[in-house]
């Protein structure tokens, strides 16, 4: 008797000890923080980009001197959502960039923002909901920020008019975001989609960052599932990209590192084969870590992203 009571002590301990970890992973994937936002410097400083502070910090001093125009959209749910646009004179098109994961406008797109405003385009650096200046309070790795990429896309045919070109682009979560929103349809001035090491969905990225701090899945994901649910209002399995796959035409450009420690290369391989479009590229960067396809190999992904511009502004 008192060897059953000692194991059942020990499983109720176990399993609230499970219960509190999974928590607190659940509030540090999906609750809100602005860090890298707020603390550019600071951020870099400490992260794997660190090799790139100077060239994105000068690319955040260049944004700043253009005159930039904040655009404000409200969501299908209410919330207030943000984009810093900035326009390019004689602009052949527009191209929407959507950032990552806690990440940043600046942190992730900074270095090739000189070269979109070169092909001509405009940009809209979006904040996603409940990052930067945009409200909210949890983010959703892509299950209702898919909705505000269509909400945004109506923001630009409603100022430029539904005749001028448009993409929308993605780095990390922000390439999910542009991969999910491929599931409904677009208006017939979208060109294309640029996707860089995105995931394939919440329950997968949650799955690969358990294993990789040497916790089995199967005991973590299905409660860390519960919390999205209750607090945030979405299922790890509710959509993926390979859904979305299935039913787009669109053009799309994947990228991805195949290096990458943190979103697995398969992933994107595994969109782009179930990608039902005609015109689809893979560009794979074998020394690049998550999001450094562009700073491992700036020349081959600079022709890539030019050649897709070119081939889909007709």
């Known amino acids: 008797m008192l060897a059953l009571k000692i194991i059942l002590i020990a499983l109720g301990?176990?399993?609230?000890?499970?219960?509190?970890?999974?928590?607190?992973?659940?509030?540090?994937?999906?609750?809100?923080?602005?860090?890298?936002?707020?603390?550019?410097?600071?951020?870099?400083?400490?992260?794997?980009?660190?090799?790139?502070?100077?060239?994105?910090l000068a690319a955040r001093d260049w944004a700043l001197q253009q005159e930039t125009e904040e655009a404000v959209i409200y969501s299908y749910d209410g919330l207030r959502l943000v984009g810093d646009y900035l326009p390019t004179e004689n602009a052949r098109g527009t191209i929407l960039l959507?950032?990552?994961w806690r990440g940043g406008t600046v942190a992730d797109f900074g270095v090739t923002l000189q070269y979109y405003t070169g092909l001509g385009l405009n940009v809209l650096l979006v904040h996603q909901r409940a990052q930067g200046k945009s409200s909210g309070r949890f983010i959703t790795f892509g299950i209702k920020e898919r909705r505000d990429v269509h909400s945004w896309v109506q923001w630009h045919n409603e100022r430029f008019g539904a005749d001028k070109p448009v993409w929308i682009a993605g780095l990390s979560m922000g390439a999910t975001t542009v991969l999910m929103a491929c599931g409904e349809p677009f208006p017939e001035n979208m060109r294309g989609v640029l996707a860089d090491c995105g995931f394939t969905a919440p329950n997968d990225i949650i799955s690969a960052v358990s294993r990789s701090m040497h916790?089995?899945?199967?005991?973590?994901?299905?409660?860390?599932?519960?919390?999205?649910?209750?607090?945030?209002?979405?299922?790890?399995?509710?959509?993926?990209?390979?859904?979305?796959?299935?039913?787009?035409?669109?053009?799309?450009?994947?990228?991805?590192?195949?290096?990458?420690?943190?979103?697995?290369?398969?992933?994107?391989?595994?969109?782009?084969?179930?990608?039902?479009?005609?015109?689809?590229?893979?560009?794979?960067?074998?020394?690049?870590?998550?999001?450094?396809?562009?700073?491992?190999?700036?020349?081959?992904?600079?022709?890539?992203?030019?050649?897709?511009?070119?081939?889909?502004?007709?």
């Open 98 to 100: 959507f950032h990552g």
């Open 215 to 314: 916790v089995p899945p199967p005991l973590l994901v299905p409660l860390i599932g519960i919390h999205s649910r209750v607090f945030a209002g979405f299922g790890l399995k509710e959509y993926s990209t390979i859904d979305a796959m299935k039913q787009t035409t669109l053009p799309i450009l994947f990228a991805h590192g195949e290096s990458d420690a943190f979103v697995p290369c398969e992933m994107t391989k595994r969109n782009y084969a179930a990608c039902a479009s005609r015109d689809k590229t893979l560009l794979l960067v074998a020394e690049a870590g998550h999001g450094q396809c562009y700073p491992k190999q700036p020349e081959r992904y600079r022709a890539a992203v030019r050649d897709f511009i070119e081939r889909t502004i007709a």
């Open 13 to 56: 301990a176990f399993l609230l000890l499970l219960y509190i970890g999974s928590l607190i992973a659940a509030y540090a994937a999906f609750s809100r923080n602005d860090f890298v936002q707020n603390n550019l410097e600071k951020a870099l400083e400490i992260s794997a980009y660190k090799y790139l502070k100077e060239d994105i």
